[in-house]
């Protein structure tokens, strides 16, 4: 049976989804993509940032001390850290304020001729150091030995008038006394006598001042001091109206500085003067590298450079071996004040970390973490004002693996490391602390580099201390004997060891330490 249904039937077709018209399809925001990747990198900034204070963090931190054996020391496996140390000593620090000055001659003459010639001869050599009274130069004096001769002529002629003037005068009294004159020829000559009297006078005058003529003519030094380059060669004419003269003369014994300090510093410097002290200034070369002399401040300014806020000050020095120059550009420090029985310590000992300013303290053996508030600093020393006693120690050098609570053993330093005496120093690494902090090396307590701070207790502004370890008498006190240790590393290189030491132990410690350096 034939039928029209097809026999194979096809499933019916899929309906198709329409996209939705243009008037309801959703928005799409074109910087969703830059948000999520501008946020991605903000969190990971945020993770770098956070890692990185914890690491600042953690290494600013005093980490307590290991256990014996928990790890290896500079002296061997768990041992004490070798470390130097420096007994505080007592000390009287003066104080200082330094400026910069400028070198200055005691008195300056510029030489001129004080009459019109020829200079015919010059009787010094430049530079020479000449006295007072010196003849220097001679201009021709024939023009003013014409001239002396000339007034003495005229005096002799005034002189023989007065004569005759005056055998008149006494005729006309006698014949006024027989009334044979009138009165009045007598009183004119009278005047006559009178006016060749005034001649007279004026005829000296003319011979006094043709005579020093002649003294001008011979010039000579005013003051002692050294001559500069000449200015005028012999042979021309020199006149009293010339602009740059014949010389210039410098007194350098005494020389004076003149130099600038700080407004705020000037009160204190002023009292010490009305008060007749005699305030001793130092002059040092501009690297602070020599002393050049001593001398005394003299005087202060009259007023402050409200341009600068500083005021001007005037020192004397003897300059007896001319290390002084006129124009010269030297550094001042002057002594204000002396404090007596401050604690002093080497400024390498003071460190710096989170907690603010520390020095390790060793006690019974062990570093122990000290505050402490430092005062002057000059150099390698400075005075502590809270936290130290006179009886302390504290380390100067091995801050490489210290920590608080570490176990040392006292070595003596070694290279850059070597201390200065107290009181040794130079004003070229100065600075005046509060604080702050002191230089010394990098410890686990933070950086031991200091900083410059603000004068806390009361003393002028800029001041500064050098030779922080003179005693009150003046004298320099030695650093404290250093106690080697037993380890081999205190010996000298060949010295031979002590009789029954293991070499073979001391050998490999040695190894060890330096793989680990």
Avoid: C
């Amino acid at each position: 049976m034939t039928t029209n249904t097809p026999t194979d039937l096809k499933a019916p077709p899929l309906e198709t989804h329409r996209p939705f018209p243009t008037a309801h399809r959703p928005p799409v925001d074109p910087e969703a993509p830059k948000k999520r990747h501008f946020l991605r990198w903000m969190l990971i900034l945020l993770v770098i940032a956070g890692a990185a204070a914890y690491v600042v963090f953690e290494a600013g931190r005093p980490q307590p001390a290991k256990k014996a054996g928990g790890g290896r020391g500079r002296g061997g496996l768990g041992g004490p850290i070798p470390v130097a140390v420096q007994p505080v000593v007592r000390a009287s620090v003066p104080v200082y304020l330094n400026g910069l000055g400028n070198v200055q001659a005691y008195y300056t003459v510029t030489i001129h001729s004080l009459v019109n010639g020829q200079l015919m001869s010059v009787m010094f050599k430049e530079g020479d150091y000449v006295k007072e009274g010196q003849v220097l130069a001679q201009i021709d004096p024939r023009p003013f030995e014409v001239q002396l001769a000339q007034a003495q002529g005229q005096l002799a002629h005034d002189e023989a008038i007065l004569a005759d003037a005056k055998l008149d005068l006494e005729r006309y009294r006698t014949l006024l006394a027989q009334d044979a004159i009138p009165k009045q020829q007598l009183d004119t000559q009278v005047a006559t006598v009178g006016q060749y009297e005034g001649s007279i006078k004026q005829d000296q005058a003319n011979i006094d001042n043709a005579k020093l003529q002649l003294v001008y003519a011979r010039i000579t030094a005013p003051i002692s001091g050294r001559i500069g380059l000449r200015l005028v060669d012999p042979g021309n004419i020199v006149h009293t109206t010339d602009t740059n003269g014949l010389l210039v003369i410098t007194q350098l014994q005494p020389i004076t500085v003149v130099f600038t300090i700080p407004e705020d510093s000037l009160p204190a410097v002023l009292r010490k003067l009305n008060a007749g002290a005699r305030l001793p200034v130092e002059a040092w070369t501009r690297d602070n590298s020599k002393k050049l002399s001593s001398g005394y401040l003299l005087t202060a300014d009259n007023q402050i450079d409200p341009t600068t806020g500083t005021a001007r000050l005037k020192a004397v020095f003897a300059n007896l071996d001319y290390e002084l120059f006129p124009n010269q550009f030297v550094n001042i420090r002057l002594l204000v004040d002396t404090q007596p029985n401050q604690i002093v310590i080497p400024t390498a000992a003071i460190q710096r970390g989170q907690q603010g300013t520390f020095v390790y303290k060793v006690v019974d053996g062990a570093a122990r973490i000290q505050q402490v508030q430092p005062g002057i600093t000059e150099g390698n020393n400075t005075s502590i004002r809270s936290g130290l006693n006179g009886n302390d120690t504290v380390v100067v050098d091995g801050f490489d693996r210290l920590a608080d609570g570490s176990k040392v053993r006292v070595r003596p330093p070694t290279g850059s490391a070597t201390l200065t005496p107290l009181g040794v120093s130079s004003p070229g690494n100065e600075s005046y602390g509060s604080g702050e902090g002191g230089s010394g090396s990098r410890g686990r307590g933070g950086k031991g580099r200091g900083a410059r701070g603000a004068n806390t207790d009361g003393l002028p502004a800029g001041a500064r201390s050098p030779r922080a370890g003179a005693d009150a008498s003046g004298s320099n006190v030695p650093p404290a004997p250093y106690n080697a240790g037993s380890s081999p590393l205190d010996r000298a290189p060949g010295e031979a060891p002590p009789p029954g030491e293991d070499t073979r132990g001391a050998r490999k410690g040695l190894l060890r330490q330096q793989r680990q350096q």
